[in-house]
């Protein structure tokens, strides 16, 4: 089983900067894809960005340039760098990982998700 847990949302003033982590830890045998999606209220569930195990990453164009992706592969951590944040940028933010883990004699695909950290952009 794995698990994935979230910090570093709150509030903040438009133009501001949030940096959000998200740590998995379990029984992981390699991780492909980590990455981070956002919710907000009456809206379906959106990719932000991620990345993945060769360094390659991915941005909803929303947030390209003013959001930044990156991973530490020793602690299976992700991190995104949010700045010049804007008030359509409030919303609830998951961490969402997926690789290999162990089940039994052999290893099987996984898919987590965390249990999402709020970030609201307001004066």
């Known amino acids: 089983q794995v698990q994935l847990v979230e910090s570093g949302g709150g509030l903040v003033q438009p133009g501001g900067s949030l940096r959000l982590s998200c740590a998995a830890s379990?029984?992981?045998?390699?991780?492909?894809?980590m990455g981070w999606y956002r919710q907000a209220p009456g809206k379906e569930r959106e990719l932000v960005a991620n990345i993945a195990t060769g360094g390659s990453t991915n941005y909803a164009e929303s947030v390209n340039g003013r959001f930044a992706i990156s991973r530490e592969y020793v602690s299976n951590t992700v991190y995104l760098q949010m700045t010049s944040l804007k008030p359509e940028d409030t919303a609830v933010y998951y961490c969402?990982?997926?690789?290999?883990?162990?089940?039994?004699?052999?290893?099987?695909?996984?898919?987590?998700w965390g249990r999402g950290t709020q970030v609201t952009v307001s004066s």
């Open positions: 379990g029984s992981i045998r390699s991780i492909n894809v």
């Open positions: 969402n990982v997926n690789g290999k883990t162990r089940r039994g004699w052999s290893y099987v695909d996984f898919r987590s």
